[in-house]
């Protein structure tokens, strides 16, 4: 928009200004309090084995018959997400909102999610939306009344956490766990918990139980993610539990704070819980063809397409997709601009230069913004051992992306380490030879000072990185960011015929001044 993974459970890294800290390792994870505030002392839940510790929370939360007997459940919500992965500037971060109203439904594996999302990148009167996404553990659809569109990984597993590490659900499935033990007690926010681990669905996972009253405080595993947070590998979540109510008999949580890497991420209010609710299948039904194409998505794991790539300029082939690249044959060798979205999407680029020019050496990669997808492949081009030219603000977040553990399924870098071979850019650099040569220079705007543009003088067509986008009805989405751009044009003296961006493709200068001007926002 970094060694120590909409909606689900946060990287420590996503703080990455200059000055922060690094941010904690996965097996370093800790509460400012934990080591804090009242002794840990025996209870009857330490003093019990696992299984009569577990028992103890049960019945803290309504007893073992009462949670075996919920069928479904449906939540009213509210809450607000830090958006990490795209926020211009990091810390602190942009904040969606949404409102939620989610029916899960244990004894068939389905839930249905009713969601009014208020999005503040939108442009003026475009921030609110609706949707309606109706999904199993395998496959889903978001629904509409003209037709169904196929989900995404991430909205099935989002699903499939719904369903699994719902604590009405979660206490039993640590019931049944053969490998259910207890872990060392600690202290979380000054009080002592007993600690019971054990696996579910493939993921180790840790609930916290208050010594005093014996209801869950916090969940934690150690697991990838297919939303944002898939490019850190294995990400340390922690939930946590408050504001405990009554509905029906059921002892439940009305607040849910929730931490990826130690990075407060996301916060869900309940507004109102109701137990048992019928389960039309109607509310459920969604077109079983489109449904099928879900479950086939490759998420970030999608492959390059090349059918659709068209030439800027000699030696410049332009790859349009979700996240655009191009490769550029300079007199020197071969570059590629942006590697985005996966070391698997990276590889297709690094594979259709061979067949582009057959015997030509990559030289570097430019990678021009810090934004989460776009920088995928990064990862994939340090284990390659190839140089990358990256702006000097975005080395702190990028050096803990190099750095995060990937050991639950292991990329290129993680079954090969190396150290990264960064090329700083903190003012005008220069690469490449020939017509091809490459200018970087710095944005530096209040939106875009996390980006760097890249100018080809021979052809006078400028890469704008993250910034130029045009709306359905060709308005500039965002004219800030290309105010932003034409002031750096302007300050660098550079003579721009045609303009491409991340998001774009090419288009003439003098439309983007133009619409500029139209926006009411040209220098």
Known sequence: MASCNVRSPLVYLISATLFSAPPLCAHQQSDPQTHAGAPLEDSPCLAASPKACLELALQAMGGHDRLTAIESLRLDEIGHSLLVEQSYRQDPFITSYERTHETLDFKKNRVRRETHLTWPESDPNQSESDSVLLVTRTSGVYHSPKQDTPCGPRDIESADDALTFNLARLLLAAFAASDLHFESPRALRSTPHAVLAFTVRGIPTRILLNSFNHLPDAIETTRDFHDFWYFWGDVSQRIYFDGYQVFHGLVFPTNFVEERNGTLWRSTQLLNLEVNVPTDDRLFAMDEKVAAQSAKGKGWERPLVVSQATR????????????????????????????????????????????????????????????????????????????????????????????????????????????????????????????????????????????????????????????????????????????????????????????????????????????????????
Request: charge should be neutral.
């Open 312 to 523: 800027l300029a000699p030696g410049l082939t332009f790859y349009p997709g979700a996240w655009n690249s191009t490769i550029v044959q300079a007199r020197d060798g071969l570059y590629i601009l942006e590697v985005p979205i996966s070391g698997i999407y990276t590889q297709g680029l690094f594979d259709e230069t061979k067949k582009l020019h057959p015997g030509v050496v990559v030289k570097a990669v430019l990678s021009t913004s810090d934004s989460w997808p776009h920088v995928g492949g990064v990862r994939q081009v340090v284990a390659l051992g190839l140089p990358v030219y990256i702006l000097d603000l975005n080395r702190p977040l990028l050096d803990r992306m190099i750095a995060a553990p990937h050991a639950r399924h292991p990329d290129l870098l993680a079954q090969s380490l190396r150290q990264p071979d960064w090329r700083i850019v903190s003012k005008k650099v220069l690469v490449g030879s020939g017509l091809n040569r490459m200018e970087l220079y710095p944005l530096r705007g209040a939106s875009t000072e996390r980006q760097y543009m890249v100018y080809f003088p021979e052809h006078h067509i400028l890469y704008a990185s993250d910034t130029l986008a045009l709306n359905d009805d060709g308005s500039l989405y965002d004219p800030e960011l290309m105010r932003e751009v034409a002031a750096a044009v302007k300050r660098e003296n550079l003579q721009v015929a045609t303009v491409f961006a991340m998001h774009q493709g090419p288009t003439p200068w003098s439309q983007v001044e133009s619409l500029l001007r139209a926006a009411g926002v040209f220098l």
